[in-house]
């Protein structure tokens, strides 16, 4: 690989799910100034395209969660002194709206089996929510602290969130060239509880039957017209038809906020201490 990326000042957005990252990558990153921006679907090919950019700064941005550890090391591999980039989102709200994403998607277990704060069995890991440790470890691996952003301020204050979010890497950027309206609202519950009851007949999961390309994007294409003609079928039946105790238990995330309070209040103050350095 060429080496004349280390005289460049490169940049990678490390997304996690449901913490805004399409948002940035779709709607925010292209409309950046004075910085080249590679998008998250050429991630393969990072390795060849960074080096080769005629630019002195550059932005990457992708999206990983469970796999973050191991992504960040064949990052800073390839890209010393790269400057990474994290938002990160309140414990509960965080692993709730990852659920959702997960139950749309095909996912057929209940809450207590992707996330389990008494016996962390879950899909997620009480490791995967140990935010201060993924800034220590992401610290670790790139030799500098990451640049901390955190969700709920993009979502209080999504303009400042930008400005600041540009200025913090040198980029410049027309707020009015930036949408800000919603990409889309969330499935309801009831359109949630649809897909996860027809789980349990047929496996909607997103996976690869195929080897073959052709194969595989029929294969895709038949799987999510299957998922969201559910979805979408979903908003004409009537709310009787379902349980009508919640598909995520309000409680369950009081004591996810309450267990992760000193790591959330670590992260605001790793935050602070960003802002005022």
Known sequence: MPDNHKKKRIYLHLGMGKTGTKFLQYK???????????????????G??????????????????????????KLANNFPGAVPILVLRRH????????????????????????????DRGYFSIADLSFGKQLSMIEKIFGRPPLLFIYEDMKARPEAFVQELAGAI???????????????????????????????????????VFKNPLLHLLWRLYMG???????????????SLFSGEPLIDPAELKRIDAYFEKDWHYCLAFKERQRAG
């Open 170 to 208: 040198g980029a410049e950027v027309d707020m009015d060239k930036i949408d800000f309206k919603p990409r889309h609202s969330s499935y309801s519950e009831k359109q949630l509880k649809a897909i996860l009851a027809a789980g349990k007949y047929i496996n909607l999961k997103k996976r690869r």
């Open 48 to 73: 060849q395209i960074i080096p080769r950019l005629n630019c002195e700064r550059i932005l990457a941005s992708n999206e990983f969660d469970r796999q973050m550890k191991r992504e960040c090391e």
């Open 28 to 46: 925010v990153f292209p409309k950046f100034k004075g910085i080249c921006y590679v998008q998250r679907t050429r991630y393969r090919k990072w």
């Open 92 to 119: 509960g709200s965080y692993i709730a709206s990852q659920y959702r994403r997960f139950v749309k998607n095909g996912y057929r277990q209940p809450f207590q089996a992707f996330f389990d704060l008494k016996n």
């Open 225 to 239: 017209v299957l998922r969201y003609g559910i979805l979408y079928a979903a908003r004409l039946l009537p709310a």
